[in-house]
């Protein structure tokens, strides 16, 4: 789950939205926009409020589970009787993963360097259409290949994208979630008994936990073999749609088909999004410790990183072990000492008292993000804004005349940045009376909300996120208008329109370039959990 709550982010949803329409269509991205602003509903519900037929609500209903971008729970609620109850199945638009479609490339990048060319086309097939049952998956990869293909050897891919965690089974269609019993209805009625405080669980969290099987059986290939049917292994193609087949026009046929093929029994898998995720964090950390320090910082830690396998927050490891990894990955170049010293100066990584070493990502992952925060308030407002964020971001709360003193402002002109800082959100403001004898004096007090700021700047970085995203569209239809115009136009005229179109595929370049860069800093401050 990511660390900030998305639904207070309205261009996050802006966002959302542009990426469904732009993959499956407008009517997909009507029942998306509905569920995001809304909550969870149900099939009648969405129906009236976004005033699409049944039938129709249904299909997008199929085409957004189907990529992951819809769950459905079954809800128990008070009946209108005494002692009855009703079970109402109600969805939920999962924004999360809706976002992570901006992230495929990545995905394949990664899969590309760790496993082999079968793997990523069988990844490839599943990022396209969402879920797929083994027999389909193969077929898919099969057909892509051509007729040097070898079946044997794009199944012992997939059981390794299974291993690896890429891939996992699709989880329950519509988990079941009861009333809340007697004892959980007393505790939540007695919130300020409790010594700490303890985030509540939401009914859409709730729902998630109950849809994800336990680790055995999401990453289970106990049944590999068992789609390999006589149709199968006669080269019957089960879904009989191609790849390369637009979504928007197979997304509802497929869809259905897998429904039915659920039915009998056959496993669906789908991409693992949260594996990448945790692949990519770790990357971030890596590079911001090369960055900061030094080539040599960085492949100590990325050969922690690989040594432990670890998603927690702290990964810890004897020295000797330190080395080892180090060794592993790098050869005889790297001597004990150098791996010692290096880490005895890391801000991120502790000495333990049995002669090894803490590494917390938490400090990496934070430190990256006020960096990141401190580089735009650097750009928008100036040296001095500069100075007086970086003083209270990093130290208690202080008055308007210590914030002069404590940063060597003009005191003319440091109440005009605080009140610009605040105004813009990256400072809070306190009124404090003080009385001394008969007197009362106001103050203002000045102090920074780290989890208000990463909130505050996802949602810019959301919508910078959508305005590249919306001119990369624009420039992709101009890439079209340009091309057909070309086809019909004489060989002069053709050859001004092709330099051109050469021109504006170069500007698509630049644009999704900057696209994917930006990514990287949502992920900063959204998917990396701390």
Same mark, same amino acid.
């Given at each position: ?7 207070? #982010? ?30 969870? #509903? ?95 998956? =193969? ?63 939401? =009914? ?6 109950? @849809? $994800? ?63 990448? $995720?945790?692949? =990519?964090?770790?990357? @971030?950390?890596?590079?911001? @410790? ?7 910082? @960085? ?143 106001? $103050? ?13 700047? =996802? ?22 208008? $340009? ?48």
């Amino acid at each position: 789950m990511a660390s900030v709550e998305h639904a207070t #982010l309205q261009n996050g949803i802006k966002l959302a939205v542009n990426i469904i329409a732009t993959d499956f269509g407008n009517p997909n991205a009507k029942v998306c926009e509905c569920l995001l602003r809304r909550g969870f #509903l149900t099939k009648p519900q969405i129906s009236k409020f976004t005033e699409l037929p049944p039938d129709k609500v249904k299909n997008c209903l199929q085409v957004l589970i189907q990529h992951n971008c819809v769950q459905a729970f079954a809800l128990e609620q008070e009946g209108g009787g005494r002692d009855t109850t009703v079970v109402v199945t109600q969805y939920m638009a999962l924004i999360d993963n809706i976002i992570q479609r901006l992230r495929f490339a990545k995905f394949i990048t990664v899969v590309s360097k760790e496993l082999d060319k079968e793997a990523r086309e069988i990844l490839e097939g599943l990022l396209q259409h969402g879920r797929l049952t083994l027999p389909q998956i =193969l077929d898919k990869a099969m057909e892509d290949a051509g007729s040097d293909a070898n079946r044997d050897a794009y199944n012992e891919s997939f059981c390794k994208l299974v291993r690896s965690r890429f891939v996992e089974r699709f989880p329950a269609p519509e988990p079941f979630i009861p009333l809340p019993t007697d004892e959980e209805n007393s505790k939540q009625s007695r919130p300020k008994a409790r010594k700490f405080f303890v985030k509540e669980v939401t =009914l859409e969290e709730r729902a998630l936990a109950a @849809a $994800i099987p336990m680790d055995a059986e999401r990453f289970s290939l106990l049944d590999e073999h068992d789609g390999d049917s006589d149709e199968d292994k006669n080269g019957g193609n089960v879904s009989g749609s191609k790849v390369g087949e637009k979504r928007k026009r197979d997304s509802v046929e497929l869809a259905n088909e897998l429904d039915l093929l659920k039915a009998k029994g056959e496993p669906l898998w789908r991409v693992n999004f949260e594996e990448f $995720i945790n692949r =990519l964090r770790k990357k @971030a950390c890596v590079e911001y @410790a090369r960055a900061t320090y030094d080539n040599t910082a @960085a492949v100590i830690l990325e050969s922690i990183l690989k040594g432990t396998k670890s998603t927690e927050n702290t990964v810890s490891l004897s020295l000797d072990s330190i080395f080892e990894e180090v060794v592993k990955n790098e050869g005889p170049a790297m001597t004990l000492e150098l791996v010692r010293c290096s880490l005895e100066q890391l801000h991120f990584c502790s000495e333990d008292d049995d002669d090894g070493y803490s590494i917390n990502l938490k400090d990496i992952i934070d430190k990256a993000r006020l960096e990141e925060v401190e580089s735009l308030v650097l750009k928008r407002y100036g040296h001095d804004a500069f100075r007086i964020f970086r003083s209270l971001s990093t130290g208690r709360a202080l008055d308007t005349d210590q914030v002069s003193e404590k940063t060597l402002t003009d005191k003319k002109d440091t109440p005009k940045i605080l009140y610009r800082l605040w105004q813009d959100g990256f400072l809070q403001m306190e009124k404090i009376s003080i009385t001394t004898g008969q007197k009362q004096t106001n $103050i203002l007090s000045w102090s920074v909300k780290m989890d208000k700021i990463w909130r505050k700047v =996802l949602d810019e970085l959301h919508h910078a996120a959508l305005n590249l995203s919306l001119r990369c569209t624009h420039e992709l239809e101009k890439d079209r208008e $340009i091309s057909n115009m070309s086809k019909s136009a004489d060989k002069m005229m053709s050859k001004e329109l092709e330099s051109r179109l050469r021109r504006k595929r170069k500007v698509y370049f630049a644009l999704s370039s900057s696209l994917m860069e930006l990514d990287d800093a949502i992920m900063l401050f959204s998917n990396f959990p701390v």
